[in-house]
């Protein structure tokens, strides 16, 4: 079973950027395809982006798309999500998973599971 943990959130002002690390407990991590979602409060968790096993191919959400980048190093057992001109809608708690079954689409939740703690992305206005 596969472990994860986020970390790398914070409190950023409106246009600001963090990077975000996923890291894997098992090099076991390199054979998943791996995404990012997020969940702001009162709202249902919502998928971010997606990356393949190799790195070769990403997905965004429309919400996400030229201004995040999503990035892995299988050498690290890491994914990354790199998050820049951030807005206040933004904020969100901030959820890595491994992708284990392969839906049509990459955004669909229940693909992913091992699911890691979550780590918090506050902006402010």
């Known amino acids: 079973q596969v472990q994860l943990v986020e970390s790398g959130g914070g409190l950023v002002q409106a246009g600001g950027s963090l990077r975000l690390s996923c890291v894997a407990s098992?090099?076991?991590?390199?054979?998943?395809?791996m995404g990012w979602f997020r969940q702001a409060p009162g709202n249902q968790r919502e998928f971010v982006a997606h990356?393949?096993?190799?790195?070769?191919?990403?997905d965004y959400a429309d919400s996400a798309k030229g201004l995040f980048t999503i990035s892995r190093d299988n050498t690290k057992n890491t994914a990354y999500l790199q998050m820049n001109s951030l807005k206040p809608e933004d904020t969100a708690v901030y959820y890595c998973a491994i992708r284990r079954s392969y839906s049509e689409r990459p955004d669909r939740e229940t693909d992913y599971g091992s699911w890691g703690q979550g780590t918090q992305v506050t902006v402010s206005s």
């Open positions: 990356i393949s096993r190799t790195g070769g191919d990403t």
């Open positions: 098992s090099r076991i991590f390199s054979v998943y395809a």
